[in-house]
């Protein structure tokens, strides 16, 4: 017991407290750099630089029509994943009141046996991505330690909170303390690797969107 | 990396850690937000590999876009990233080095045109081609660009124009005006019109000069080329001299502004139109005076104007879309309203428009020897799509572009002639 | 066996007067008798089954029954309540009841939201229920509040869910976000100060 006390306790603080400092600092550091501007004319007709960012920021959350096919696998398993962690993360009804002891609010879960189902398809979509990156020359040439960190401590909570809810393994307990552990280690990893996209890709598209749409070109 | 190691080239007399120190320096000193936000926002999705015209004809790893950045990537983590100080004090990103300095030249000039294709598939909207542009900073403050590239940078600071000096504008113009039957005014004090061009007009299509010459003075434009800023081929744009860059927009811009025009007309040129249309205002305090204007979107206003008049011409007609001005440039629609003015038959290339591939020869490839056998791969791929479409004539508004693809048609034997839009307008004005 | 207060528990791991924060200094029984077998019936109160049946081992046998870790007999203690909760197929399908009296209270539901600590405790309230197999907590509608596990009374609260984090982060999370913000503007300055020194005329 003492195992999920401390991670239920401590050490959830001190992740929570490592995640949030860091992704403030990292968010910071790179936004307050300095802003070099564009004095050149907006091409007659042109959007606002703001709608042309929001546009982008939309419309590239699914490839161009000549780019789907070559990035299907990419495109296709890389939603299951991120949709499925969403599905388990906000619709299990343990999370949701984890959630609501963090933030208030609450909503209604999901039944349990659905999401469990959309959690094996989720480790599934995982473990493909992780099979694909380290067998296609591109993404092996590409990938370092981090991005193989940044799959373990996201798709350990996965795996972990599969294990407790069949009680797999060990103890309910002891299970369930190190689901608790691999968020924590989730959290804490969170800000310094290339987790932090969850959060930078609405800058990083707004920026190229605002820089095209300012060029009249529709991309 | 691959294990061959990549030829380099190198200028400067001077040691291994000064020429690394004045990379890191170069490439650190204007990196914005913008270019931050991009370079952390990388998830190694390998996505765009199948946009990069490169990787495609050759399928080797290393033209992979990001890995062209990579000790650019470490240089960033290491000097203005958020966690820099720390990942300096504990030595957590490995410090860019001479030797990958020296094997990153043929990733950054040779394999890549800045043609921004990859930019097209990024679901983190990664701006990789205006990343590599400021690469090029580093590794030219560094002396480790192509000699040719060099030896055009060197030219150009010196005359004004990598193609010929000022002085001998006039007499160039003088003999293309009497070849062509056409007048062009050269250093009037006074115009409306400053008229450019680029070492591809220079050398290899002059008619192209007459071309426009000829639609100047159909509609009575007031107009003039001018010594002081004639070539807006931007030969610092393409290498990574930010410094040239800024003396060669100057010589065209503060030229213009001294004559009075309200016009800055460019020729058929890709980067040249990126180098002035989109940059040049950064190197003055207000926002300029007037307009920069491509021909192809400087025609479409006349064609759509009925300023001028163009006799139809039915052949089937397809289109390749020059990189800078169309997906970098916003030109797309411009193009095809001249296309549509000549009643000529649009057949699309698969791949068109913003999505269309690179010729193969910009941002200086076409220039660098070493790249000809990966850029005659790069052609086979253009060359297969112009046949699929079955169209009678091949179109383009780019100079480079036309000397790439003819370049490759001459090494493959293909005999389909490429054209320049701007040529088949002046040909066929009607009266 | 309910008495009178504390000094029945003597067979606990721990007892109440140990809560926090322990004015009086209590110490578990296993703290203090180090030289003769101890076996510890747990629970507030402990099932008097686990205790005479312990006894009736002793009696019979003349050893000790199998402990588990805690020196409980795995007889009474080697299950959850969880494990054989008759609500467990609520559970599964993720029918909770949300506050007491409501309508899935009423109709039986799960009270893992209500704070039932059944997954983590041992003991053997699910099957042999209290005053005579009449029920246990969960049957008459109150979540297990894991009273045979060390110190239950200090893990954050018996209507606490499972899944929630027992300390307040509320603060922690804002300090932390404040320093980081700290920080953050830090090392874009820094960033700042490194561009402007390295733009200047070499």
Redesign the interface.
Known sequence: MELLDFARGPALQFAMAVFAAGAV??L??????????????A?IG?PSRLVGALY??VR?LW??R??LQ??LF??IN?YVFHIGLAIVVFGLAPHVLFLRSLWGISWPALPSNVVYGVAILTLASLLAALAR?VS?????????PG?YLSWLVTTLPVATGLMATSHLGARYETLLAIHVLSVCALLIWFP?G?L??SF??A???????A??SH????? | MTGAVAAFDHQGEVTNEQRVQ?A???F???????????M????????Y???CHF?VVTGD??Y?P??KLEPFRRAYQR???????VARTLGLVAPVTISELQQWQELVYDSCTMCGRC?????????IA?LIKEARHGLFKAGLIPERLALMDRTADKWGSPATPAEDLPDILHDVAQQYGVTIPCNLDRADILMTVAPAELGDHPKSIAATAKILNRIGANWTMHQSGFDASNVGFNDGDARLQEKLTRAIIDTALRIGATIVLLPECGHAYGAA??????W?D???PL??LHVTEFLAELLSSGRIRVRPIGDTATYHDPCQI?????L?QAARQVLAALGLQLIEL??HG??GFCCGGGGGVVSIARATPLRHKVFELKRRQVEDTGAKRFLTSCGQCRITLDMGAKHAHWEQKVESLLELVADNLAD | MRGSGSSSSSSSTRSPPSAHPNPTGAVPISSLVGDKPLINISGCPPMPQAMAGTITHLLAFGRVPELDELRRPRAFFGETIHDRCYRRPYYERGMFAKSFDDEGARDGWCLYELGCKGPVTYNSCATLKWNGGVSFPIQSGHGCIGCSEPRFWDRGGLYRPLSAGTARVGTIVAGAAAVGALI?VG??L??RK??ST??KP?
Not at chain 2, 79 to 85: D, K, S
Not at chain 2, 121 to 127: A, L, T, Y
């Open positions: 600092w990292r910071l550091g790179i936004l307050l750099l300095p802003r070099t501007g564009d004095r050149s004319a091409r042109a982008v920021i590239r490839p161009r000549p780019f070559v990035t990419a495109t890389s990156r296609h020359p591109v993404l092996r040439l590409l990938s370092g991005d310094f290339k932090m996209h930078l890709f800058f990083s598209r707004g920026a190229m969107g820089r095209f060029r009249g070109v529709s991309i | 004045s890191l320096r170069a650190v000193r204007e990196f914005g937000v913008t270019s931050a936000l991009h952390e926002s990388c998830v190694h999705c390998g996505m590999a199948e946009a990787y790893a290393k992979t990001a890995h000097e203005v990233g958020p966690f820099a100080a930019t097209l598939v990024c679901p983190m909207g990664i701006d205006e249309r989109w940059e040049a205002a950064k003055y207000k926002p300029l307009r920069i169309v997906r970098r440039g916003g797309e698969k791949d913003v999505n | 953050g090392a874009s820094l960033s490194r561009q390295a733009a070499e």
